[in-house]
């Protein structure tokens, strides 16, 4: 029922956003980015929470947007995970376990309302 409802809104946000562009496409253009950059109320899971806390790094500002980085170190090339919207740097575990097998120093962050532990935002 879950995936169903969050389906529904997906297809919701795309059937809107399509139908602004018939009459302006700037316009739907300007409401899509404004919809998609700005961080929702999320609520990051205590397996999440206990995956994450180990790894924690800095905290920084970037256009007043605080974000939260995670880090694990490795010897090899940095890489940077990203997520899209209404996710967490905890999505990556699976791809991060892998990494590391082979050694890659590797850096995600989650923007506010993302994922970052209350206590620390």
Request: hydrophobic share 35%.
């Amino acid at each position: 029922m879950r995936k169903l409802l969050y389906r529904t809104l997906a297809l919701s946000y795309g059937a809107y956003f399509n139908s602004t562009a018939l009459f302006s496409e700037k316009e739907a253009g300007k409401k899509a980015f404004k919809t998609f950059t700005t961080p929702r109320k999320g609520r990051i899971l205590p397996v999440q929470q206990e995956y994450l806390q180990e790894f924690l790094g800095k905290r920084v500002r970037v256009n007043n947007t605080g974000l939260q980085t995670y880090e694990w170190p490795g010897t090899g090339e940095t890489v940077l995970l990203m997520h899209g919207w209404e996710s967490n740097a905890y999505r990556w575990r699976y791809l991060i376990e892998k990494l590391r097998e082979r050694e890659f120093n590797i850096i995600a962050f989650d923007a506010r309302a993302m994922g970052i532990p209350k206590e620390i935002d």
